[in-house]
């Protein structure tokens, strides 16, 4: 009986992992229809992305990996700093060594919005122990790098330099 219990967790897992991939691949998809001016082929991916993200939800829900506010937050905090302190590191060192600009500029990118992720959460759960939600009015995204900054963005990305107007605003 414990064998099929770890190998259904496994299968959801691996399903879980591919149905994220696919809403996020889709998306991306999406995003070059679009630009393309495919905007019916851009719609397609877009719904079948979200189909892809159901599935993804329902497989999370299975597997117990959906808890209350404070224990989200504690995962994405969990989730985040393994980025900062070894994931990143990593990756951004063997392709370092191995001469690859493109993937040492995307993990550098990555590293960076990963710490103001980190501390966000942490501020968001302290909150949310004491049933108390954070105050944000806006929070901006670069578009190149992900550096997030909340209520106001930067002249310019202190990451990548991308001038304020392009940042993706959360309001």
Do not use: W
């Not at 993804?56 to 302190?85: M, P, S, Y």
């Amino acid at each position: 009986m414990v064998v099929k219990r770890e190998m259904t967790k496994k299968f959801l897992s691996e399903a879980y992992a591919g149905e994220s991939q696919a809403h996020m691949r889709y998306m991306i998809f999406a995003e070059v229809a679009e630009k393309e001016g495919f905007p019916n082929i851009a719609k397609l991916f877009r719904a079948i992305a979200f189909a892809e993200l159901v599935h993804a939800r329902n497989h999370l829900k299975a597997l117990g990996g959906v808890k209350d506010t404070v224990e989200n937050l504690q995962v994405a905090i969990d989730g985040e700093t393994f980025e900062v302190e070894e994931m990143y590191p990593a990756y951004k060192a063997v392709a370092e060594l191995q001469g690859e600009n493109e993937a040492v500029r995307s993990t550098t990118y990555a590293l960076e919005a990963e710490k103001i992720h980190a501390e966000l959460y942490r501020k968001a759960k302290e909150l949310a122990k004491e049933k108390k939600d954070i105050e944000i009015k806006k929070v901006y995204i670069c578009p190149v790098c992900g550096y997030t900054a909340v209520d106001e963005a930067p002249e310019k990305c202190p990451v990548c330099g991308v001038p304020k107007e392009k940042f993706v605003v959360f309001e």
